[in-house]
């Protein structure tokens, strides 16, 4: 009864190529995220979607895509790999509570993404 | 704009001393505080958070940390540190409002634990 699951764990792909991050969460939350950590361990949010409505676009390449079919899921398209992708790839999500939005994010264990 | 900054890069701890992870945040308006801990090879898992009410915010695994307003600090603590609290610690500020919001980290701080 895993909250936030991902798959796959890890994702060893060369350049060039379309590769897909899948998130789910049981938790029954209205928000999703996704953040990068690169090498250094520095961790960046990339996107957020609540109720399926992308709600943050930081400063992505366009390459990545986001897309949410429903509330429990959200998962992530990479286009034309590159090198500088490699990273951990974890989904996130939350419930807006009293509507603060200061509920705590629950994390998924993480994509290790290694581009050759 | 939000942020948070951790001054260390990792800290090193004596198993059974009390021990402490820095945070100094920057923000306009109200802050709220988060820690969160991360095992090697795994998710970030929620410690505690500062939202408002009393300065001293009790979380999981026995860590509390102490919001202190005048030097903009939110202190990771534990009065006995275990060698299984080895970890990478971050602290964060959440920025936005209502479900507009996003959590921005500092850069980690790695604790070691020795027996």
């Known amino acids: 009864d895993t909250a936030v699951s991902q798959t796959p764990k890890y994702l060893v792909t060369q350049m060039g190529n379309d590769k897909s991050i899948k998130c789910e969460q049981n938790l029954g939350h209205d928000t999703m995220y996704w953040y990068k950590q690169d090498s250094k361990k520095f961790l960046k949010i990339m996107f957020s979607y609540n109720n399926k409505e992308l709600i943050i676009n930081e400063t992505v390449p366009n390459r990545f895509s986001p897309k949410s079919p429903d509330k429990a899921h959200l998962n992530l398209h990479i286009n034309s790999l590159e090198l500088g992708d490699s990273a951990v790839y974890f989904c996130?999500?939350?419930?807006?509570?009293?509507?603060?939005?200061?509920?705590?994010?629950?994390f998924g264990p993480g994509t290790r993404l290694t581009v050759l | 704009a939000q942020s948070v900054a951790q001054p260390e890069d990792q800290v090193n701890v004596a198993e059974g001393n009390p021990l402490t992870v820095k945070c100094t945040y920057s923000?306009?308006?109200?802050?709220?505080l988060f820690w969160y801990v991360q095992y090697p090879n795994r998710g970030l898992q929620f410690l505690l958070k500062y939202i408002t009410g009393d300065n001293l915010v009790k979380g999981s695994y026995g860590f509390e940390a102490e919001f202190n307003k005048s030097q903009t600090s939110f202190h990771l603590k534990k009065p006995s540190a275990l060698v299984s609290d080895s970890a990478l610690y971050f602290c964060?500020?959440?920025?936005?409002?209502?479900?507009?919001?996003?959590?921005?980290f500092g850069a980690g701080t790695r604790l070691a634990v020795h027996p």
């Open positions: 923000v306009s308006g109200n802050p709220y």
């Open positions: 964060a500020v959440r920025e936005g409002s209502g479900g507009y919001n996003k959590l921005i």
């Open positions: 996130a999500s939350s419930s807006r509570g009293t509507g603060l939005g200061l509920n705590e994010q629950f």
